[in-house]
């Protein structure tokens, strides 16, 4: 499996930018359908950086589907990482009317704010329940290094580079955050630029009473770098927890994973497979 580099038709980008013009000429407020992975979602756009971020999911259309081929209708599910909800819309999409619950974490407050809105647009409050809350190795607060509009998904707890600014959030652990909601995910989503090893810190406790079924990631180049918080490589320390990587594409940026627990059936999971692409 290679994951698409092909941009959306030039034409449907030009239109989607001018609308957002002609809009904001006229003082109207724009709120923009797209279409991602055979499903719809409504968002509210105030920002050209908000129809680029839609856009740019076109292009990680394979991860996408990946984690969309593994949702099951009575997951609890975490996305970590969730800017202005735009995937957790299309997961949300895709378990609508089942009992499965969604909760997304988004600390810098515009994409917070444009995140709930996203949701109330859609009319998918009873299964997606926002927390302007940062994860990661442990509790307190921490300093968020902020760059850009709403809508940019540059944020983080981890690399401080070509940041405007930094605020101080709330900080919390997937284990904390679990037993404090009674919600002990079944699949994580985790896209938390540089940060992720220390989420998947702030995760170790729950290894041991609820391992989730399937975690999902973007490993950075930046900030900790595909390191945990004491060097080990992140791969190793899922080796180290009884997890099998089965698929990963080599990224510019990165690289996207999908680790599964070695306790559940591959029965219905590809073989592990890696494919490289240019974006």
Partial sequence: M??????????????????????????????????????????DI??????????ALHHEINFIERISEH????????DIGANIGVLTLLMARQLENSSARIYSFEPEPR??????????????QSMIQPR?????????????????????GRHSIAESKGATDSISVELSTCEA???????????????????????LQGLTGLLQTHPPRDIF????????SDNMPDGTKINDWFVQNNY???WHVERRSGEHRHYRHKSIPLANAPAATVSKVSG
């Fill in 2 to 43: 290679s994951e698409s580099t092909e941009r959306l038709p030039s034409t449907l980008r030009a239109a989607h930018y001018l609308r957002f013009a002609r809009d904001k000429l006229l003082g109207r407020n724009t709120e923009m359908t797209f279409e991602l992975a055979s499903r719809s979602v409504v968002l």
């Fill in 46 to 55: 105030s920002s050209s950086r908000e129809i680029r971020r839609a856009h």
């Fill in 71 to 78: 949702l099951c209708s009575d997951d609890v599910v975490f």
């Fill in 111 to 124: 994409n917070f704010n444009k995140l709930v809105r996203n949701v109330s647009l859609n009319q998918l």
């Fill in 132 to 152: 302007q809350l940062a994860l990661g190795a442990e509790k307190g607060t921490v300093a968020l290094h902020v760059r850009g509009t709403v809508g940019e």
């Fill in 177 to 199: 955050f679990a037993h404090d909601e009674e919600a002990f995910p079944d699949l994580l989503k985790i896209d938390v630029e540089g940060a992720e090893g220390q989420v």
């Fill in 217 to 224: 990631l973007e490993v950075h180049t930046k900030g900790d």
């Fill in 244 to 246: 099998d990587l089965i």
